[in-house]
């Protein structure tokens, strides 16, 4: 499997694989890769004959004082996962070729109203970052199809709708989330907790899952809340927000909304997790 920084290259590779009527497939990652990101190669390979990983730290999507630094960059490990996995390409850009005006030059894309909400009201300008440099990425790499982790939900619903208000012609595909055997999400940021609090964080999964039984039970939304955000704390993590929200725009449930997704954040040590279940209620009678 070849790994390529130039947009050139890349752009020459595709044209190759189109003009041989193959269809391509587009992982995009930051890299530090896990079960979670193989399972989308593997899924993006049943999906195209061509699949493509790109690997890239994309500096816009890290607020002032966030992790940008210390973010793992294991780009030599990486390279022979996605090599084993059956990956066809790596296009691992340099910030210079995302980005050649640097940051604060670079056009962005805004998708409103979603992008605020949630994990865009504690990390303000997250999801421009994301959406700014997943439209570069599908313009860069000109995929069928992109595939994305349910993990961060509320950044698969800003991508869909920037495909769909933009009218890019790239099939949005979410995988389901891949979790540690105590249920914990596969997160690259999982490796900066601690013994004692790689421990606990599975109370994440643990809260929501009792928040959705309640759900399914019929228990008021306020009351679920509540009760994770304790269960949360009782655990010794401090919640950012536990909400529950309809699966298909994330706009607050009425006793109607029948498909409806519990989502959660919480700090733990230098951690930031987040976690989400879908969820169908009974309808209201
Ligand atoms: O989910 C991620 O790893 C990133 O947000 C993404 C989609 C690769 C954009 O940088």
Redo the contacts with the bound molecule.
């Keep these: 499997m070849d790994r390529i920084e130039r947009l050139a290259d890349l752009r020459a590779r595709v044209a190759g694989w189109r003009a041989a009527g193959e269809r391509v497939a587009l992982v995009?990652?930051?890299g530090n890769l896990h079960q979670g990101?193989l399972t989308l190669v593997r899924e993006a390979r049943g999906r195209a004959e061509r699949a493509v990983a790109?690997l890239?730290?994309?500096p816009l999507?890290f607020g002032a004082g966030e992790d940008l630094d210390a973010y793992p960059r294991t780009l030599e490990q990486d390279r022979r996962q996605l090599e084993e996995t059956g990956c066809d390409l790596l296009f691992a850009p340099a910030a210079s070729v995302v980005y050649p005006r640097g940051q604060s030059g670079q056009t962005r894309v805004e998708v409103p109203g979603l992008s605020e909400i949630l994990c865009g009201a504690t990390r303000p300008g997250h999801f421009v970052?994301?959406a700014t440099?997943?439209c570069k990425?599908f313009n860069m790499v000109q995929p069928d199809v992109a595939l994305?982790?349910e993990k961060?939900f509320q950044?698969l619903l800003v991508?869909r709708r920037m495909v769909e208000d933009l009218n890019l012609p790239v099939e949005i595909v979410g995988v389901s989330t891949v979790r540690e055997p105590d249920g914990l999400a596969m997160s690259?940021r999982n490796g900066y907790l601690s013994a004692d609090e790689r421990a606990r964080a599975p109370a994440l999964y643990r809260s929501l899952m009792q928040a959705a039984q309640s759900l399914r039970q019929g228990v008021a939304v306020a009351e679920v809340v509540r009760a994770a955000m304790a269960a949360l704390r009782e655990s010794g993590l401090t919640p950012d927000y536990v909400a529950v929200r309809r699966t298909d725009d994330l706009g607050p449930v009425t006793e109607d909304d029948v498909n409806v997704v519990i989502l959660g954040a919480a700090f733990l040590g230098r951690a930031r997790l987040i976690d989400n279940l879908s969820v169908t209620r009974i309808a209201a009678a």
């Design positions: 995009p990652t930051m990101h790109s890239f730290v994309n999507q970052g994301v440099v997943v990425l994305f982790g961060d950044q991508i690259s």
